[in-house]
């Protein structure tokens, strides 16, 4: 094969179906690595498996497969501020034996440049409900909203006046607003129209989890936490 031949065999679209996620792409992205996984498939020395359309098939996680080829593309490894997801993009990595990239895995750059620094907003929901009653009724319900902007603290402290609610120092110099108790209905409404007043501040949504107690022999807790971030600038002393 002469160096024509080659070059053109290397810039040849390849079309890969991960996980049901089609990626096109060039097959000397594919072998930029040539130790990973995919340089290893793509130079015949591992065996593949073809979809019905006669795509290669991959059946790993089609989403993060676009941060894998990006990362083959640049070798930069670049991820939206709000990701969340980085313990499985670390799998995928390992998957694709990608070393420079589970390096870059492993020691991540800070998200923010020096100047800028991350403020963060707590927002939970507990829920206590009855273990006897069908359908499972809400007994009690309450919300907290925990941090250390104080601004976003006297914005809710001001546009909230019609809700019960008491505040308490917590550590770390974070304040707390408890709002409740309240009844289901009451607990929804407010919270939808807290989560709109913080995201219009500027926040976005980190991440959320549930947490499942029980407590008595007639009602379960159940916890609801969303964490809320936006970047801001420091400010010197």
């Given at each position: 094969m002469d160096n024509g031949d080659w070059g053109h065999r290397m810039s040849t679209p390849v079309t890969l179906n991960v996980g049901g996620n089609l990626y096109t792409t060039s097959l000397s992205t594919l072998q930029r690595y040539p130790d990973s996984m995919l340089g290893?498939?793509?130079?015949g020395d591992f065996p593949t498996t073809r979809d019905s359309k006669g795509n290669y098939f991959i059946d790993r996680d089609?989403?993060?497969?676009r941060y894998i080829l990006n990362f083959l593309r640049t070798s930069e490894l670049t991820l939206p501020l709000d990701f969340t997801e980085t313990d499985l993009l670390r799998k995928e990595a390992d998957f694709y034996q990608i070393e420079p990239l589970i390096q870059c895995l492993n020691d991540p750059k800070p998200l923010y440049p020096p100047d800028i620094f991350e403020q963060v907003v707590e927002l939970s929901s507990t829920r206590k409900l009855s273990k006897y009653s069908n359908p499972v009724a809400v007994i009690i319900t309450q919300?907290?909203?925990t941090t250390k902007v104080?601004?976003?603290l006297?914005?809710?402290s001001n546009n909230f006046t019609k809700w019960n609610k008491h505040m308490m120092d917590t550590r770390d110099c974070q304040v707390s607003f408890t709002f409740g108790p309240c009844d289901y209905h009451q607990e929804v409404s407010l919270r939808v129209l807290l989560m709109d007043y913080i995201m219009k501040?500027?926040?976005t949504i980190r991440n959320t989890r549930v947490h499942h107690m029980s407590e008595r022999a007639n009602e379960n807790t159940v916890e609801h936490?969303?964490?809320f971030c936006r970047p801001a600038h420091k400010v010197e002393d």
């Open positions: 290893a498939m793509f130079r089609g989403t993060l497969f919300l907290t909203i104080h601004g976003l006297e914005g809710v501040q500027g926040f936490h969303w964490t």
